[in-house]
C-alpha cells in the first residue's frame, strides 16, 4: 500500500510534467472507484491550467486554474484571493491500497486497469493505475483546510507542527495500545503499519504498550525515530523518480530495508532473538520482545 513517503515521491516525480501545464484531453475508462469520478469531470478539466502540487498526509492536491481568454489565470483553491469571485478549485487524488500514478507518453497504450489519463499540453500524459480501485480521484473545493476529509487531520510528521510534546499531550489517559495510536490520523498523519512498526523498533518501545503510560523521554525519542524512519524513505525513493516516467514500468515503491515490519520469526538484527507477531487494532505487528520494552 503506498504510504506517506510513496505520496511524497509521486507528488515530486509528476510535478515537473504537470505545473504550469494545461490539461489538453481528460480520458476515464472506469469511473468505479471507491468514490465514483465526478461526472462531467472530463469537460471541466480541458483546458485548465495545473498549479503547484501539494500533498496532505496520504492525499495528493492538483490546484487547478481556470484560464480566460486572453487574460490572466484566475488563481485556484488554497489561495484567499479568488479575482472575481471564482470559487477554488483542486484535484483531490487518494490512491488507495493499490494506486500508482505515473507519466506515460502520448501514444503509450493504456494497460490493464489504468483507469484515468490526463493529457497534458506538450504530450505527458498522467496515468493512474489502480487494480484494486480503492484509490480515488475527486473535486476539492474551497478552503483544503475546511474539507470534510481534510480538516480533522493531525500534523504532518516532518513538520514542526509535529515537536516532541504532541505524542505525550495527546496519550495522556489513553489506554489504547502505542502502535494504533500513532497510527491515528488525528494524532499524526501519515504513519502507517510499516512505518509505526520501524519507529518503535528503533525507539525500543514495545509496541503493545498502553500509549497513556509512555514518558514523556520515550516519547521524544520514539518522535526522532518517526521523522528519521520516514525521512529515510522519502530520499531513498527520489532514488527512484525516473520511474514515474514511461518506459521502466511501474513507479518503484521502494523495498527498503527494514528491522521489524514483516520479519517475524527472524532474528533481530540488533539482538538476535526471533522476532515477535502480534495483533494490534487489527493490524499484524512484530518486534522484539528483548529490544523493545
Ligand atoms: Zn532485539
Given at each position: 500500500?503506498?504510504?506517506?513517503?510513496?505520496?511524497?515521491?509521486?507528488?515530486?516525480?509528476?510535478?515537473?510534467?504537470?505545473?504550469?501545464?494545461?490539461i489538453?484531453?481528460?480520458?476515464?475508462?472506469?469511473?468505479?472507484l471507491?468514490?465514483?469520478?465526478?461526472?462531467?469531470?472530463?469537460?471541466?478539466?480541458?483546458?485548465?491550467?495545473?498549479?503547484?502540487?501539494?500533498?496532505?498526509?496520504?492525499?495528493l492536491?492538483?490546484?487547478?486554474?481556470?484560464?480566460?481568454?486572453?487574460?490572466?489565470?484566475?488563481?485556484?483553491?488554497?489561495?484567499?484571493?479568488?479575482?472575481?469571485?471564482?470559487?477554488?478549485?483542486?484535484?483531490?487524488?487518494?490512491?488507495?491500497?493499490?494506486?500508482?500514478?505515473?507519466?506515460?507518453?502520448?501514444?503509450?497504450?493504456?494497460?490493464?486497469?489504468?483507469?484515468?489519463?490526463l493529457?497534458?499540453?506538450?504530450?505527458?500524459?498522467?496515468?493512474?493505475?489502480?487494480?484494486?480501485?480503492?484509490?480515488?480521484?475527486?473535486?476539492?473545493?474551497?478552503?483544503?483546510?475546511?474539507?470534510?476529509?481534510?480538516?480533522?487531520?493531525?500534523?504532518?510528521?516532518?513538520?514542526?507542527?509535529?515537536?516532541?510534546?504532541?505524542?505525550?499531550?495527546?496519550?495522556?489517559?489513553r489506554?489504547?495500545?502505542?502502535?494504533?495510536?500513532?497510527?491515528?490520523?488525528?494524532?499524526?498523519?501519515?504513519?502507517?503499519?510499516?512505518?509505526?512498526?520501524?519507529?518503535?523498533?528503533?525507539?525500543?518501545?514495545?509496541p503493545?504498550?498502553?500509549a497513556?503510560?509512555?514518558?514523556?523521554?520515550?516519547?521524544?525519542?520514539?518522535?526522532?525515530a518517526?521523522?528519521?524512519?520516514?525521512?529515510?524513505?522519502?530520499?531513498?525513493?527520489?532514488?527512484?523518480?525516473?520511474?514515474?516516467?514511461?518506459?521502466?514500468?511501474?513507479?518503484?515503491?521502494?523495498?527498503?530495508?527494514?528491522?521489524?515490519?514483516?520479519?517475524?520469526?527472524?532474528?533481530?538484527?540488533?539482538?538476535?532473538?526471533?522476532?515477535?507477531l502480534?495483533?494490534?487494532?487489527?493490524?499484524?505487528?512484530?518486534?522484539?520482545a528483548?529490544?523493545?520494552?
Amino acid at each position: 500500500m503506498p504510504e506517506l513517503p510513496e505520496v511524497e515521491t509521486t507528488r515530486r516525480g509528476i510535478a515537473p510534467y504537470l505545473e504550469g501545464r494545461e490539461i489538453r484531453e481528460v480520458i476515464v475508462r472506469n469511473r468505479r472507484l471507491r468514490v465514483p469520478v465526478p461526472e462531467g469531470l472530463e469537460n471541466a478539466l480541458v483546458g485548465m491550467r495545473i498549479g503547484a502540487l501539494e500533498r496532505r498526509a496520504k492525499y495528493l492536491i492538483l490546484p487547478v486554474e481556470a484560464q480566460p481568454a486572453g487574460g490572466e489565470a484566475v488563481t485556484a483553491v488554497g489561495s484567499d484571493a479568488h479575482p472575481e469571485g471564482a470559487p477554488g478549485r483542486a484535484l483531490l487524488w487518494h490512491l488507495g491500497m493499490s494506486g500508482s500514478l505515473r507519466i506515460a507518453r502520448l501514444g503509450e497504450s493504456p494497460k490493464k486497469h489504468d483507469h484515468v489519463d490526463l493529457v497534458m499540453e506538450e504530450g505527458a500524459i498522467l496515468r493512474y493505475h489502480d487494480p484494486r480501485r480503492f484509490g480515488f480521484l475527486d473535486w476539492l473545493e474551497g478552503d483544503t483546510a475546511r474539507d470534510r476529509r481534510l480538516a480533522r487531520l493531525g500534523p504532518e510528521p516532518l513538520s514542526p507542527a509535529f515537536d516532541d510534546e504532541r505524542l505525550f499531550v495527546c496519550s495522556r489517559k489513553r489506554r489504547l495500545a502505542v502502535k494504533p495510536f500513532l497510527m491515528d490520523n488525528a494524532v499524526v498523519v501519515g504513519v502507517g503499519n510499516i512505518y509505526a512498526a520501524e519507529a518503535l523498533f528503533l525507539a525500543g518501545i514495545d509496541p503493545r504498550r498502553a500509549a497513556g503510560q509512555i514518558s514523556r523521554e520515550r516519547y521524544v525519542r520514539l518522535t526522532a525515530a518517526i521523522r528519521e524512519v520516514l525521512a529515510a524513505a522519502i530520499t531513498q525513493g527520489g532514488t527512484t523518480l525516473r520511474d514515474f516516467v514511461s518506459g521502466t514500468g511501474e513507479p518503484g515503491y521502494f523495498a527498503q530495508r527494514l528491522n521489524v515490519y514483516g520479519r517475524d520469526g527472524e532474528p533481530c538484527r540488533r539482538c538476535g532473538r526471533e522476532l515477535a507477531l502480534v495483533t494490534l487494532g487489527q493490524r499484524a505487528s512484530v518486534f522484539c520482545a528483548t529490544c523493545q520494552t
